[in-house]
């Protein structure tokens, strides 16, 4: 038996959804979710084959979702949306429908997803979220989970991002948090108006940043407004030189 | 044609040409004059010669107002204008003469007096075309100057109405594909609810493409229009949605923009339901403060939320649109308190 589950916000959006999946004996509707933050747990708590996915919903939309999600099952996005998006998703041939959805499409996009789940399904999701989250970076906010919460950091609220592994720690005024990404995509993703790489595991806000004193040979530090002191390597002090315009 | 009308357009007519018509016979009488106290030429000739020669000045000005109304080169229009008056002054002096001629009034003596004089003919021939010319062409220019600024007002007359109207006009095509998607959902589930929608959702199109022709319609108006689209958003959120509406009934005949309200509702209403996974309750408040019109409108806020932007609060068009109404900037204001984003139109009075 697949296990599916659909989230959307809107009772009735599911309603279609749920009315076109007794169509396949073999797929059973294991939750419902009105928004991300219920997805998230669900997902988890399920660990479903496939996910319907609405990408406008309340507090995180789908993509930030996603993004939390560790264990990423298949996705079908359902949505009204006909932007710039659904671009990004026909590139990386990962399957979706627009509102209203014709029960025929519905089909054929599960047909699609049933002949299809192969081990390179995951990776093209993560270049898809990561175009996607990209933008949303670019916005102005990451969605970060702390054990079982969420949070959404205001990008200004960022103070730095420091490379950890696999992971980057993005510090903030109320602490710490690890998001699965890398400093490459942070340095792209942000305003370069606002964040410098300095050094190849730094990533500083340019507001932060009180003063910046010489350290060995041709490294710098620069010190925040809270005391951390940041190391600044020999191209990072250019690029931070050009940005502050000294 | 009214013989009021004519009249004074034969007024108007009599008033422009008297200074003409009174300078063509001072010069005249002052040719007159000249030819005979200085240089003796017995009076009939004179005033024969000064006719003929007036005469000719005449037409040749009225050949060139013929002319530079009809063509004036867009480059060296003074080097033109230089060499059309010395052709008229030349050809002026020559049909004078042949005229004379032909009248017989031509005798030895005055045919070398005549053919003495010729620079000064030619030259006073020149002064008058010239001058004439040059004022020609200065009205002229100066009418091309006063059509072409009242042709700017009428453009961007235009222009504004097209923005006002593709502004207007937003219809945001998610709230249709939404709502599409609802009605295919009740045609499964509750068919007679998505007979009810669909009458619903195409009232409100209607009165959508109805509004955009509109210029002002009464607040009553708008308020019935916003319960149309309200009922296409319950049917939407149902269980998560309340509207609660506080109208001033003495206000319900004043005159607003049309589609002003239900924008704002629709922002709130996404903001409200996007920014808090709680139920929502929207509220609109219209009121009369003195001479103006007040609508307020509050939606949930949630402090910790960051709005993605873009998706967020879309409210440049609707003040873009209050400006090219009313040539005012302060009219939506936006403010938060206890959680609470709340919008604030004010519009001034209007009958």
Redesign the interface.
């Known amino acids: 038996m697949t296990k599916v589950i659909l989230i959307d916000?809107?009772?009735?959006?599911r309603?279609?959804i749920k009315?076109y999946l007794k169509y396949f004996d073999d797929i059973e509707v294991v939750q419902e979710c009105?928004?991300g933050?219920e997805g998230v747990k669900a997902i988890q708590q399920h660990q479903p084959d496939l996910i319907f996915l609405d990408i406008?919903?309340?507090?995180i939309?789908g993509f930030e979702m996603l993004e939390l999600v560790d264990a990423k099952p298949s996705v079908i996005f359902i949505t009204?949306?006909?932007s710039y998006a659904i671009k990004a998703f026909e590139a990386n041939a990962v399957d979706y429908l627009?509102?209203?959805?014709s029960e025929q499409r519905f089909r054929e996009a599960v047909l699609k997803w049933k002949s299809k789940v192969s081990p390179t399904a995951p990776q093209r999701m993560e270049s898809v979220l990561n175009t996607m989250s990209a933008t949303?970076a670019q916005?102005?906010?990451i969605v970060v989970k702390t054990g079982s919460k969420v949070k959404?950091?205001?990008?200004h609220d960022i103070q730095y991002i420091e490379a950890d592994d696999d992971f980057v720690k993005i510090h903030t005024p109320e602490g710490a948090f690890l998001k699965n990404k890398t400093m490459n995509f942070y340095e792209q993703s942000l305003d370069p108006a606002q964040f410098v790489r300095v050094h190849r595991s730094y990533i500083i806000h340019i507001n932060q940043i009180t003063k910046i004193e010489p350290y060995q040979k041709e490294t710098h530090l620069a010190i925040l407004r809270d005391g951390t002191k940041i190391a600044v390597s020999k191209t990072g002090y250019v690029k931070l030189k050009t940005l502050l315009g000294i | 044609m009214a013989p009021a009308d004519m009249d004074s357009r034969l007024s108007r007519r009599i008033k422009r040409a008297s200074p003409i018509v009174g300078s063509v016979v001072i010069w005249g009488c002052f040719q007159t004059w000249l030819l005979n106290q200085w240089f003796g030429v017995e009076l009939n000739l004179s005033a024969y010669d000064a006719l003929i020669s007036v005469n000719w000045i005449v037409l040749s000005c009225a050949l060139l107002e013929l002319i530079i109304s009809r063509y004036t080169p867009k480059t060296s229009k003074y080097q033109f204008v230089f060499g059309l008056s010395l052709v008229v002054a030349w050809s002026c002096y020559w049909l004078s003469y042949q005229t004379l001629e032909i009248l017989d009034k031509l005798n030895v003596d005055y045919t070398l007096f005549f053919q003495r004089s010729y620079p000064i003919r030619v030259g006073a021939n020149f002064l008058i075309a010239c001058g004439w010319s040059m004022t020609l062409l200065f009205r002229k220019q100066v009418k091309e100057l006063e059509e072409s600024a009242s042709h700017q007002v009428a453009t961007e007359a235009l222009v504004k109405e097209a923005e006002l109207q593709k502004l207007q006009l937003q219809l945001q095509?998610?709230f249709l594909?939404?709502s599409?998607?609802?009605?295919?959902?009740?045609i499964?589930?509750q068919p007679s609810k998505a007979r009810e929608m669909v009458q619903q959702l195409s009232d409100f199109l209607r009165a959508t493409l109805r509004r955009a022709d509109e210029q002002w319609i009464t607040l009553a108006q708008e308020v019935t229009y916003l319960q149309l689209y309200l009922s296409i958003e319950k049917?939407?959120?149902g269980?998560r949605l309340e509207v609660r509406m506080n109208l001033d009934e003495q206000i319900q005949l004043w005159l607003i923009p049309p589609l002003l309200l239900q924008p704002l509702v629709e922002n709130a209403i996404k903001f409200g339901?996007?920014?808090?996974?709680d139920k929502v309750v929207i509220d609109l408040q219209t009121q009369r403060e003195g001479d103006s019109l007040s609508i307020e409108i509050s939606n949930p806020f949630?402090e910790?939320?960051?709005p993605?932007?873009?998706?967020g609060f879309g409210l440049s068009g609707l003040r873009r649109r209050l400006y090219l109404l009313y040539s005012r900037n302060d009219l939506l204001t936006i403010r938060m308190e206890e959680n609470k984003f709340i919008v604030r139109l004010t519009l001034p009075e209007k009958y």
Do not use: C
């Not at chain 1, 916000?9 to 959006?13: K, M, N, Q, R, V």
């Not at chain 2, 599409?180 to 009740?186: G, P, R, V």
């Open positions: 916000d809107e009772p009735l959006a309603e279609v009315a009105g928004d933050f406008q919903m309340p507090k939309n009204a949306y006909d627009l509102k209203p959805v949303a916005q102005n906010r959404i950091i205001p990008v | 095509p998610h594909f939404n599409l998607n609802s009605i295919n959902a009740l499964l589930v049917v939407r959120f269980h339901l996007y920014g808090t996974t949630d910790d939320m960051q993605v932007e873009g998706s």
